[in-house]
């Protein structure tokens, strides 16, 4: 299915989180959202550390990682509590 002008292969899209699977549940945005938050960790403290080797161009890419890593991480601990707290079954 296509999300945000790409063919995706994964069951939420990775630009916005849009649902472009029906067939799988909340586990499996939660799954990929936390995927998204080692990656984006990781890129994180690639950049923080060029950072701390001198290289100032890389200040602004280390930033804008670790934001994403917060919102992320702030999006996947809300619907982890959602999760919990539903008290029905995963769909």
């Known amino acids: 299915m296509k999300c945000c002008g790409q063919e995706r292969t994964t069951r939420f ?42 290289s100032s161009e890389h200040e602004s890419l280390a930033r804008r990682a670790e934001n994403d890593v917060a919102k992320w991480t702030a999006w996947a601990d809300a619907l982890q509590k959602r999760i919990e707290g539903d008290g029905t079954p995963d769909q």
Do not use: D, Q, W, Y
């Open 13 to 54: 899209c990775p630009e916005c989180g849009r649902f472009v699977a029906n067939e799988h549940s909340l586990n499996g945005l939660l799954a990929m959202l936390r995927k998204r938050i080692g990656t984006s960790t990781k890129t994180a403290t690639f950049h923080r550390t060029a950072v701390n080797e001198g």
